[in-house]
């Protein structure tokens, strides 16, 4: 049997307010921080050529355990809450792992 597809999505977002949606991460963090199934990495990366937008990649086990947390009432809380904090709407691009490679 095969095993689980690691599932990545990738928010891009544009704020002038990024301390106030880093405190809200960090409180997503501990709300989620006792459940299974949640992320299981999260890298936030700042665009050099237009500062106020950014692209946070978050990496699940599978499909199946991204959906559960997206479904999760806490989520569309934190959607709401950060979508209040954009300038623009955030896009978001999900994505099935295909491969990576970790240099030394």
Same mark, same amino acid.
């Given at each position: ?17 990024? &301390?106030? @949606? ?9 709300? +989620? %921080?006792? /459940? ?5 990495? *999260? ?21 199946? &355990?991204? @959906? ?9 809380? +934190? %959607?709401? /809450? ?5 300038? *623009? ?16």
């Amino acid at each position: 049997m095969d095993a689980p597809v690691k599932f990545i999505q990738i928010v891009d977002f544009e704020t002038e307010r990024i &301390e106030e @949606m880093r405190k809200l991460s960090e409180e997503m963090d501990e709300r +989620f %921080a006792s /459940r299974s199934g949640g992320p299981t990495h *999260r890298l936030v990366l700042r665009d050099r050529n237009q500062p106020n937008r950014y692209l946070v990649v978050i990496e699940f086990n599978s499909y199946e &355990e991204a @959906m559960a947390t997206s479904n999760a009432p806490e989520t569309a809380e +934190f %959607a709401q /809450r950060m979508a209040a904090l954009c300038t *623009r709407p955030p896009a978001f691009t999900d994505c099935d792992l295909e491969g990576m490679t970790e240099f030394k």
